[in-house]
């Protein structure tokens, strides 16, 4: 499969490590992705991508179309985003002042998970310190589900 | 616009089959602009609703009364202050379908499979109807009479002795083996 990159992205899931919440143990799982690049250059490592997307999205003045461009790039991705590459993305929202996009994100994570069911719990579990900061409420708060 | 001539076919698409509905219907709710007709403007900025790209290019609605307005007003202070109602109300203002929305079974199937049965029916009748008033008559060579006398003249001569039909034949007890 592609990205918009043009490169070639190989996708496997690991089951990396485990999560002590509340007494019982909640397995995370994130995707092992392997991106080569076509002309030939060396693998970027998960650390590195999940930082080049933060970093896009810590961008101070950050405006609506970067905001919308990267979010669709990155669903657009086979893998569901880190919880830090969402915060990010929350935050981003914020500073635009739009509550929608960021309760759109979260729907759209959970949809990415797939067959995957444990996967957005532990997102909003992750982001819950942000949510509460900010104010965003999730779907499921708001009924939308 | 980029979005449509890739037609999403370099996106992505999750495991399970998931329908993305495209915008490229009439996507109308407020819009400023009037069109007349059935097809939207594709110079303008489109809104839609899809899986695999959750921020269309403009919100649903783009013409705000004055309640959507203080709303967004609103929306720039703390969201902390915000009710559920009016994050509700936000996102229906930026918003056509949730995803569970868009995700909805629709009843088309039924649509579907009734229709084929209908067409398989008529075709039916005409099939029917031509054997009926169509076809020449039968040749002779199909009365039972004839097929009998047929076999009788193939076992006489021996056809295929070895493994086929006179090899089936019991010649002494005239009866199949």
Redesign the interface.
């Known amino acids: 499969?592609?990205n918009?990159g043009g490169s070639v992205v190989h996708f496997n899931w690991r089951h990396t490590h485990t999560h002590t919440v509340y007494g019982y143990v909640q397995s995370c799982y994130t995707p092992l992705v392997q991106r080569c690049y076509a002309h030939g250059g060396k693998l970027e490592s998960d650390e590195e991508f999940d930082a080049r997307w933060v970093t896009y999205f810590n961008k101070a003045d950050i405006d609506a179309w970067e905001?919308?461009k990267g979010?669709?790039t990155l669903?657009?991705?086979?893998l569901v985003p880190e919880p830090k590459i969402l915060e990010a993305a929350l935050r981003a929202c914020?500073r635009l002042?739009?509550?929608?996009?960021a309760?759109?994100?979260l729907?759209?994570v959970?949809?990415?998970s797939?067959?995957h069911k444990k996967i957005y719990p532990y997102l909003i579990q992750e982001l819950r310190p942000t949510l509460e900061e900010?104010?965003?409420?999730t779907?499921e708060?708001?009924?939308?589900? | 616009m980029l979005h449509l001539t890739t037609g999403r076919v370099?996106?992505?698409l999750?495991?399970?089959a998931?329908v993305a509905l495209t915008g490229s219907g009439a996507r109308m709710s407020s819009h400023g602009h009037h069109e007349v007709s059935d097809s939207v403007d594709m110079s303008q900025p489109m809104y839609w609703d899809r899986?695999?790209?959750?921020?269309?290019?403009r919100?649903w609605k783009d013409v705000l009364d004055s309640t959507d307005k203080s709303l967004?007003q609103k929306?720039?202070g703390?969201?902390?202050?915000?009710s559920?109602e009016e994050?509700?109300a936000?996102?229906r203002?930026?918003?056509n379908h949730?995803?569970?929305e868009m995700?909805r079974p629709s009843h088309e199937w039924k649509t579907v499979i009734g229709g084929m049965f209908i067409f398989f029916g008529i075709t039916g009748l005409v099939v029917f109807w031509q054997g009926h008033y169509v076809y020449p008559p039968q040749p002779p060579t199909f009365d039972e009479e004839w097929q009998a006398k047929q076999l009788q003249r193939m076992l006489d001569m021996r056809t295929n002795p070895i493994e086929g039909l006179s090899s089936q034949w019991d010649y002494k007890n005239k009866q199949w083996k």
């Open positions: 499969m592609r918009w905001l919308r979010m669709n669903i657009g991705y086979d914020r002042n739009d509550l929608a996009s309760i759109r994100i729907e759209a959970k949809d990415k797939g067959p900010l104010g965003i409420s779907p708060e708001l009924g939308m589900d | 370099g996106c992505l999750s495991k399970q998931v899986l695999d790209t959750p921020l269309p290019d919100p967004k929306e720039k703390p969201w902390t202050a915000l559920k994050k509700i936000l996102y203002l930026k918003f949730t995803y569970p995700k």
